[in-house]
């Protein structure tokens, strides 16, 4: 057997490994391959970045289930870093029932290296009742919870002193992996109330946002798991959005060198032939 003859017949399990050990090493330490930045997760980034850090008070609804979580929950917890660095005050909310286990897995990171819950950021919980129940949150988000997610009194919280409407959030930002999601919030929230509204999405649902990016409804977009290892980049600090798109990446580039040698190998076999 010629070596062209055996580089068409690689043992498969030896491009498993080869594929193994390529999308580990990313994942393990990020490459940070470098990436052109859409000018949607610009304007999320420079909306956060104008914020007053004395002032301001920033929304997250976490509208996600585990399905869409390795596309959308690198996105919530870089726009929750950028937040935390700006010194940036944070309300978590949820119309999806996992939504609060995401905001809690966020918050409680930050309360480990000394951030005050109640003070820096809050976990509402979830609200009940899809579409109606943002339209409810919407009109009055200080009558819509009377105790957060841990029990406490909102009443209580230090975070939630001047909420009383829904414009007096900065910014809502709106992690979606389906319905009820930004359709719900344009239709009942950011077109009643204009209040200024950014999405991070599921990649596969990025297209049913661009009408309403275009109408200028929606202030920036996070488009799937490149969305969040663009803003890492933006930050300057590589995470878990980077490495999987390294992953990514670099595990495509191992599948098109294998079909490269596979073709080269097959077209020097039948000429050697020739011969």
């Given at each position: 057997m010629n070596i062209f003859n055996k580089l068409q017949n690689i043992d498969r399990r030896v491009i498993?490994?080869?594929?193994?050990?390529?999308?580990?090493?990313p994942l393990l330490r990020p490459i940070g391959i470098p990436l052109s930045?859409?000018?949607?997760?610009?304007?999320?980034?420079?909306?956060?970045?104008?914020?007053?850090?004395?002032?301001?008070?920033?929304?997250?609804?976490?509208?996600?289930?585990?399905?869409?979580?390795p596309d959308v929950h690198p996105q919530a917890v870089v726009i929750a870093e950028h937040l935390m660095r700006r010194g940036i005050k944070w309300v978590g909310v949820s119309f999806w029932d996992a939504g609060p286990m995401y905001a809690e897995q966020i918050m409680k990171y930050y309360e480990a290296q000394g951030a005050m819950y109640g003070v820096d950021f809050v976990n509402l919980g979830y609200m009940a009742g899809g579409e109606t129940a943002i339209k409810n949150f919407g009109d009055n988000p200080r009558g819509a919870f009377s105790n957060d997610f841990r029990g406490n009194s909102i009443d209580s919280l230090p975070v939630m002193a001047g909420i009383n409407n829904i414009t007096d959030f900065a910014y809502t930002i709106d992690f979606v992996s389906g319905n009820p999601g930004f359709q719900e919030w344009v239709r009942q929230v950011q077109g009643p109330h204009g209040i200024k509204y950014g999405v991070g999405i599921v990649t596969v649902s990025v297209p049913q946002v661009m009408p309403f990016l275009q109408a200028g409804q929606v202030q920036g977009l996070l488009q799937g798991l490149r969305g969040a290892a663009e803003y890492e980049m933006l930050l300057g600090s590589p995470g878990a959005g980077?490495?999987?798109?390294?992953?990514?990446?670099?595990?495509?580039?191992?599948?098109?060198?294998?079909?490269?040698?596979?073709?080269?190998a097959f077209f020097m076999d039948k000429k050697k032939d020739k011969k």
């Amino acid at each position: 057997m010629n070596i062209f003859n055996k580089l068409q017949n690689i043992d498969r399990r030896v491009i498993y490994a080869i594929l193994l050990v390529v999308l580990v090493i990313p994942l393990l330490r990020p490459i940070g391959i470098p990436l052109s930045v859409n000018e949607t997760t610009k304007t999320i980034y420079n909306i956060i970045e104008d914020l007053d850090p004395a002032t301001d008070v920033v929304l997250l609804s976490f509208d996600y289930s585990p399905g869409g979580s390795p596309d959308v929950h690198p996105q919530a917890v870089v726009i929750a870093e950028h937040l935390m660095r700006r010194g940036i005050k944070w309300v978590g909310v949820s119309f999806w029932d996992a939504g609060p286990m995401y905001a809690e897995q966020i918050m409680k990171y930050y309360e480990a290296q000394g951030a005050m819950y109640g003070v820096d950021f809050v976990n509402l919980g979830y609200m009940a009742g899809g579409e109606t129940a943002i339209k409810n949150f919407g009109d009055n988000p200080r009558g819509a919870f009377s105790n957060d997610f841990r029990g406490n009194s909102i009443d209580s919280l230090p975070v939630m002193a001047g909420i009383n409407n829904i414009t007096d959030f900065a910014y809502t930002i709106d992690f979606v992996s389906g319905n009820p999601g930004f359709q719900e919030w344009v239709r009942q929230v950011q077109g009643p109330h204009g209040i200024k509204y950014g999405v991070g999405i599921v990649t596969v649902s990025v297209p049913q946002v661009m009408p309403f990016l275009q109408a200028g409804q929606v202030q920036g977009l996070l488009q799937g798991l490149r969305g969040a290892a663009e803003y890492e980049m933006l930050l300057g600090s590589p995470g878990a959005g980077a490495a999987k798109m390294d992953a990514q990446s670099m595990g495509h580039m191992v599948i098109i060198l294998f079909i490269l040698v596979g073709n080269v190998a097959f077209f020097m076999d039948k000429k050697k032939d020739k011969k």
